[in-house]
């Protein structure tokens, strides 16, 4: 089980590790995500439904109940992720380039499957008009939280409402107190009340480092690139950042109240805990693969493919939850 990150560091192939430095520059979570390679298309997970009763008895008694505990069964399908990347003969061997022409275009379309995957990450949903993607974290939450409410699970509700009713966190000291208490309800809905990840825009993570600093709440380290990293709870604060278009945000800041599409202001943070086997992890066919196919015989072109059958896998609800209906400015 390795995370990019891991991999990048034995990595001896220049053109892989190449590729996979790009990724993780440009997506957290390629860099932090662990993978389990599964070398099948689908995979079976086995999660615990419920657990059987335990009791007391009398002496030369018996114990009264005698059930069982149960599993449920889902399974896990793998996308097909990747990118032939083209490139003129005539562009590649023009010497009046500022650069190398190939390794331009890798950069580009690799910049381009970093910030789709962040996307898919929180807004996949398999549907009949987008049946190749894997379901990203809303719809797992929204699905959890759906299950609660018709009492499958017992469990507490893996979606929690901030409740701002239109007030910003930045409007008060009050506003910014009620927040964090939801705040540690997020927290406190993971496994074990330790997320390793907390997910959110860039206008939401500016706005929590604000009310963090001023309650000293805000620790700070390095990643392996000297990039800052802020941490809360022991969760690191992660802005997910943008699409592909560089402008629409991956985590709207135009959520509905009620955490959907179409709103005016409202935003969410979405917590996460990874762990393979047992938590929320990543998995895929084979690990991610690079290969030079030369000059195609179509036509007078380079190409680089870059392939990653993958998808996302989840055991225990309690890995993922979400904090909506957050409105992460001075508004009143």
Known sequence: MWT?????????????KSVIDTLIMESNLMELCPWETTGQ?????????????????????????????????????????????????????AKNTIADARAIQQT????????????????????????????GLRERVDKIAATVAS?????????????????????????????????????????????DYLLMNAKMFQAIQSILRREKLLNTTQDMFGRVIDTFMGARLIDIGVKADQLTEIILNTETTGGLPGGSECTSIYAIK?????????????????????????????????????????VDPRSVARLYDIVPDASS
């Open 108 to 135: 580009l379309t690799l910049k381009a499957m970093a910030y789709a995957f962040n996307d898919k990450f929180i807004n996949g949903k398999v549907t009949a008009d987008a049946p190749l993607e894997f379901n």
């Open 274 to 314: 990874f762990s393979v086997g047992d938590m929320t992890w990543g998995i895929q066919e084979f690990p991610l693969e690079v290969k030079d196919m030369g000059e195609l015989e179509s036509k007078p072109a380079y190409r680089t493919r870059v392939t990653w059958n993958l998808g996302l896998s989840t």
């Open 151 to 195: 009492g499958g699970e017992g469990l507490t509700s893996q979606k929690i409402d901030a409740a701002c009713g239109g007030v910003g966190i930045l409007n008060s000291s009050a506003a910014s107190q009620t927040f964090l208490d939801k705040l540690y309800a997020l927290i406190y809905a993971i496994k074990g009340h330790a997320p």
């Open 41 to 93: 298309l689908s995979v079976g997970v086995i999660r615990i439904q419920d657990l059987p009763s335990v009791g007391f008895r009398r002496i030369n008694g018996a114990y009264d109940s005698t059930d069982i505990g149960h599993f449920e069964h889902k399974v896990e399908n793998i996308s097909l992720f990747g990118r032939d990347i083209d490139t003129d003969e005539a562009i590649a061997r």
């Open 4 to 16: 990019l990150a891991e991999l990048s560091k034995i990595e001896t192939d220049i053109l892989r």
